[in-house]
């Protein structure tokens, strides 16, 4: 943690210090808005990502326009929202080790919690732990619709885990979760139509085997930024999972959107400053693998197609640009983060903007929670 904080509440936007992670909140309030009228008039519920920015301020003020409660991907993560007060939390991840499970558990006196499993051993552990310490948890059959990660196999195995999970007092069977990750970067419409298409069936399919065994599938949960009118419009879908929307970023820039596609706003920054300019063709950023993730690809200069960030050190970024560019030292720019997940749990705090003065500093309270 920096000794000193980058801004302040009413600093001049040009004071605040680099590298720092900025919000413009007049286009995270449109983003805000733009999902509650997408969703508006369907039988679709929100359930913001909240590992997207991990902040109890944005979760609250998602919650405000109706979202039902946030997803975490860690235990320690929802502890974070349910100590700000949030009150429905699913762990869109499975849980595995008694520690962790006892947290959950402790969790579940505070707040409504949910939890995926795709292995019995999973739902036979949150049985024993939720009985011991007289708690109920809402489980989620996770099944795997094509992201070729975490899930069982569509079907007869999701139907039996289902019926394990029912079997067991303590637990109460609360659903699918069917995410298609890779589905929400394929970068044609096409891709991604055909992508949901799969998943939809997949969901359809599981939920018609598990109540032909006389469960009811309450909730049909996943989608995500880059898909989620698709699952909206699937009729099998009811809540969606979309994190990014609110922030946006390089990579999902660089979908192409079909006509129908919500148009979100780049909201997140990376405010960095020139600390070298010996070469003609290079300058040298003070913001390097300490202040953006660099998974998805380099970040972006943001209204500055002529530069490019071409190569991260721990605390350098390495532009290339024109040989006859008047940037000098101490020049501020703006990088668009290749992906804004894993660049918000690089900082503390989130530097909130409203024209060209700091309205706001948040406290990424959930950052580098990963037990």
């Not at 998602?62 to 700000?84: P, R, T, Y």
């Not at 039996?160 to 609360?174: G, H, K, N, T, V």
Request: hydrophobic residues 45%; negative net charge; contains cysteine.
């Amino acid at each position: 943690m920096s000794p000193w904080k980058a801004a302040h509440p009413a600093d001049p936007v040009s004071a605040i210090d680099t590298p720092a992670l900025v919000l413009d909140l007049d286009a995270f309030e449109r983003n805000l808005q733009r999902m509650v009228d997408a969703l508006k008039g369907h039988p679709v519920r929100l359930r913001a990502h909240a590992k997207s920015h991990k902040c109890p301020e944005i979760a609250h003020r998602q919650i405000a326009l109706g979202a039902v409660g946030v997803c975490c991907q860690k235990v320690s993560e929802a502890a974070m929202f349910v100590d700000a007060g949030i009150q429905d939390v699913l762990l869109t991840n499975q849980v595995v080790g008694a520690t962790k499970l006892l947290h959950l558990a402790e969790l579940a006196r505070r707040a409504r919690m949910g939890v995926l499993v795709d292995d019995p051993l999973q739902v036979l552990a949150l049985a024993e732990v939720a009985l011991s310490q007289k708690v109920s948890i809402d489980v989620y059959v996770e099944v795997d619709v094509g992201g070729r990660r975490c899930g069982v196999t569509p079907g007869e195995a999701a139907a039996r885990l289902a019926r394990l999970i029912a079997d067991q007092a303590p637990l109460r069977f609360a659903g699918l979760q069917c995410y298609h990750g890779p589905a929400q970067h394929k970068r044609t419409p096409l891709e991604r139509e055909q992508a949901i298409a799969q998943a939809s069936d997949a969901a359809r399919l599981t939920r018609s085997l598990i109540e032909a065994d006389g469960l009811q599938v309450e909730r049909i949960t996943g989608a995500g930024t880059g898909t989620f009118l698709l699952e909206r419009d699937s009729g099998v879908f009811n809540e969606i999972q979309a994190g990014s929307y609110i922030f946006m970023d390089r990579d999902y820039v660089d979908n192409q959107l079909g006509p129908q596609d919500v148009r979100f706003e780049q909201a997140l920054f990376v405010r960095t400053a020139v600390m070298s300019r010996t070469q003609p063709t290079r300058a040298v950023l003070d913001a390097g693998l300490k202040a953006s993730s660099i998974d998805s690809g380099m970040p972006a200069l943001w209204q500055r197609p002529e530069l490019k960030y071409v190569k991260a050190a721990d605390d350098h970024g390495v532009l290339e640009i024109p040989a006859d560019s008047p940037l000098a030292l101490g020049d501020v720019l703006m990088l668009v983060p290749g992906h804004c997940d894993p660049t918000v749990n690089l900082y503390d705090e989130l530097v909130c903007i409203r024209g060209d003065r700091v309205e706001a500093v948040w406290s990424i309270a959930a950052r580098g929670a990963l037990l």
